[in-house]
């Protein structure tokens, strides 16, 4: 049975930094790509990063050049390295596996599974 755990959630101060993790089960994680989405209160979930089987990394532009997107194929784990954080990254932050396309890697559709969600707080 197919698992995804997100960890590392929390608050933080404006031009603070997070690191999330998210550790996955019950997959051949090194034949998924993944994805990184957010979810604010009242609006849609939305793409923030993304990495190839072969470790190509995608970004949404609100994030591009603030989050490093990673992967480690040993461990079942992708990791997403926040910088420079400002309130509006305020979400929950869910990661997701999937066979996805290259032209479908901002559609959750296109996702096979998803974990839970960790909450990120950004805020004095």
């Known amino acids: 049975q197919a698992q995804l755990v997100e960890s590392g959630g929390g608050l933080v101060q404006p031009g603070g930094s997070l690191r999330l993790s998210c550790t996955a089960s019950?997959?051949?994680?090194?034949?998924?790509?993944m994805g990184w989405f957010r979810q604010a209160p009242g609006k849609e979930r939305e793409f923030v990063a993304h990495i190839r089987t072969t470790s190509h990394t995608y970004y949404a532009d609100s994030v591009n050049g603030r989050f490093t997107v990673s992967r480690g194929n040993a461990r079942n784990t992708v990791e997403l390295h926040m910088n420079t954080l400002k309130p509006e990254d305020t979400a929950v932050y869910y990661c997701?596996?999937?066979?996805?396309?290259?032209?479908?890697?901002?559609?959750?559709?296109?996702?096979?599974?998803w974990g839970q969600g960790t909450q990120v707080t950004v805020s004095s």
């Open positions: 997701a596996a999937g066979r996805t396309i290259l032209s479908s890697i901002r559609n959750p559709d296109a996702y096979h599974y």
């Open positions: 019950g997959i051949s994680f090194r034949d998924y790509s």
